[in-house]
């Protein structure tokens, strides 16, 4: 059974960061893509970036220069290091990840707030 598991979360002031991460366990072949999304209140989930089993990137414009998405294949896990942080950007974060090609996992999320 694959399992992602999701940290970093928390309350953060306009203008800070922080680095989300999310942990892969369980029986796989192989990591393909994996991916951050966000879903705030009343609005639907999101592509926020992605990052292929090469290392190639892709970000959402609402963004991009702000975040920065990065893997440790060696430990089953992706981070997103966020900077520069508005209310706006408040939202559930979701790890998700495509395994042995065509396999798709979500995490339980972790919660960002930016707020004074």
């Known amino acids: 059974q694959v399992q992602l598991v999701e940290s970093g979360g928390g309350l953060v002031q306009p203008g800070g960061s922080l680095r989300l991460s999310c942990v892969l366990s369980g029986s796989i072949i192989s990591i393909n893509t994996m991916y951050w999304y966000r879903q705030a209140p009343g609005k639907e989930r999101e592509l926020v970036a992605s990052?292929?089993?090469?290392?190639?990137?892709n970000y959402a414009d609402s963004m991009k220069g702000r975040v920065t998405i990065s893997r440790d294949n060696a430990k089953n896990t992706v981070y997103l290091q966020m900077n520069s942080l508005k209310p706006e950007d408040t939202a559930v974060y979701y790890c998700?990840?495509?395994?042995?090609?065509?396999?798709?996992?979500w995490g339980q999320g972790t919660q960002v707030t930016v707020s004074t």
């Open positions: 998700s990840v495509l395994v042995d090609g065509f396999r798709r996992y």
């Open positions: 990052i292929t089993s090469g290392g190639t990137t």
